[in-house]
T-cell receptor, first 115, second 116 residues
Framework: RKEVEQDPGPFNVPEGATVAFNCTYS??????FFWYRQDCRKEPKLLMS???SGNEDGRFTAQLNRASQYISLLIRDSKLSDSATYLC????????????????FGTGTRLTIIP | DAGVIQSPRHEVTEMGQEVTLRCKPI?????LFWYRQTMMRGLELLIY????????DSGMPEDRFSAKMPNASFSTLKIQPSEPRDSAVYFC??????????????FGPGTRLTVL
């Protein structure tokens, strides 16, 4: 089983629609969760962290379900500029002090917003 | 403040040649990561350093790959000899981690490597 699994898509969504992505992770010891965004032929960039209670950043909402080892990202009122690949990212605990430095990236979900 | 700097941005080489990729992390960051990205396997961690010391190189594919970090502002990833299956985008990332918090990793623009 992959450490982080995502539906690769592509998701083709009309502008203004709401779209949701899901991600599952295998390591129950993971403590930190993120969504990164990667534009075509560019580097990944942090979109938002995911907190236990769920969190919002404008049109973006992230949720975490520890019992099911499941993370989600919801994008409301989608814009053309939201077209990108969204990477689900989970820390891979190590034996080092705190051990939070190592991240495992999902292979990404590709989103295209259609005018 | 400048972000993570990588060079070269593109590299085309022939099988068997040595390839050296370079990275300058963000000043003050104490972690540096080398990743490889392909369509098939996504983003894979190759090796990472903390305060210039290699911590985990379990992702390095084989002995043909080596990485160094001689000082806090410079790291290299070397492939010798290169093979066509090494063709990928290689990213360097850096972060500053305090205590138990996992901080953002800031990625460089990547080096697109093609081995013919």
């Amino acid at each position: 089983r992959k450490e982080v699994e995502q539906d690769p898509g592509p998701f083709n969504v009309p502008e203004g629609a709401t779209v949701a992505f899901n991600c599952t992770y295998s390591n129950s010891a993971s403590q930190s969760f993120f969504w990164y965004r990667q534009d075509c032929r560019k580097e990944p960039k942090l979109l938002m962290s995911v907190y236990s209670s769920g969190n919002e950043d404008g049109r973006f909402t992230a949720q975490l379900n520890r019992a099911s080892q499941y993370i989600s990202l919801l994008i409301r009122d989608s814009k053309l500029s939201d077209s990108a690949t969204y990477l689900c990212v989970v820390n891979a605990p190590t034996r080092r002090l705190f051990g939070n430095e190592k991240l495992t990236f999902g292979t990404g979900t590709r989103l295209t917003i259609i005018p | 403040d400048a972000g993570v700097i990588q060079s070269p941005r593109h590299e085309v080489t022939e099988m068997g040649q040595e390839v050296t990729l370079r990275c300058k992390p963000i000043s003050g960051h104490d972690y540096l990561f080398w990743y490889r990205q392909t369509m098939m396997r996504g983003l894979e961690l190759l090796i990472y350093f903390n305060n210039n010391v290699p911590i985990d190189d379990s992702g390095m594919p084989e002995d043909r790959f080596s990485a160094k970090m001689p000082n806090a502002s410079f790291s290299t990833l070397k492939i010798q000899p290169s093979e066509p299956r090494d063709s990928a985008v290689y990213f360097c990332a850096s972060s500053f981690i305090q205590g138990a918090m996992t901080d953002t990793q800031y990625f460089g623009p990547g080096t697109r490597l093609t081995v013919l």
